[in-house]
C-alpha cells in the first residue's frame, strides 16, 4: 500500500520558517519526480515545488522561487520543503505528491499519489 505522510506545518508569523517532511512508503518512488502543491480556501490547487528524485533538479513556482527549498533525503524516503520568510498568502493546506513518469510537470492532475496534507498557517 503506497503512502505518503505529511508532517510539520503549524501556525507561524510572516517572516517566519517551517519545514515540511513527506515521508513515502509501499514503493520506491527514486526514479521519478516528488512535488509540493498548496491549497487554500475556495482557491484551486496550486504547484509549489518539485525534485527529480534521482538527480536532485528542482523547479519552483515564481511566487516561492528564493524563499522555499524542496530536498530529499534518499535513505529516509523523505522529501522536505523548507519555507522561509513566510507570508500570509502562503496559507494553505500543503500536500506531497508522487508522479511516476519520466517527465515532471506542474499540474496536479499529472501526479498519481497525495498524501493528506498538513496545514499551514501565517499571521500577519
Known amino acids: 500500500q503506497v503512502q505518503l505522510v505529511e508532517s510539520g506545518g503549524g501556525l507561524v508569523q510572516a517572516g517566519g520558517s517551517l519545514r515540511l517532511s513527506c515521508i513515502t512508503s509501499g514503493r520506491s518512488f527514486t526514479r521519478y519526480y516528488m512535488g509540493w502543491f498548496r491549497q487554500a480556501p475556495g482557491k484551486e490547487r496550486e504547484f509549489v515545488a518539485l525534485i527529480n528524485w534521482r538527480s536532485g533538479s528542482t523547479n519552483y513556482a515564481d511566487s516561492v522561487a528564493g524563499r522555499f527549498t524542496i530536498s530529499r533525503d534518499n535513505a529516509k524516503n523523505t522529501v522536505y520543503l523548507q519555507m522561509n520568510t513566510l507570508k500570509p498568502e502562503d496559507t494553505a493546506v500543503y500536500y506531497c505528491?508522487?508522479?511516476?513518469?519520466?517527465?515532471?510537470?506542474?499540474?496536479?492532475?499529472?501526479?498519481?499519489?497525495w498524501g493528506q496534507g498538513t496545514q499551514v498557517t501565517v499571521s500577519s
Open positions: 505528491a508522487a508522479r511516476t513518469v519520466f517527465t515532471f510537470v506542474r499540474n496536479p492532475g499529472g501526479y498519481d499519489y
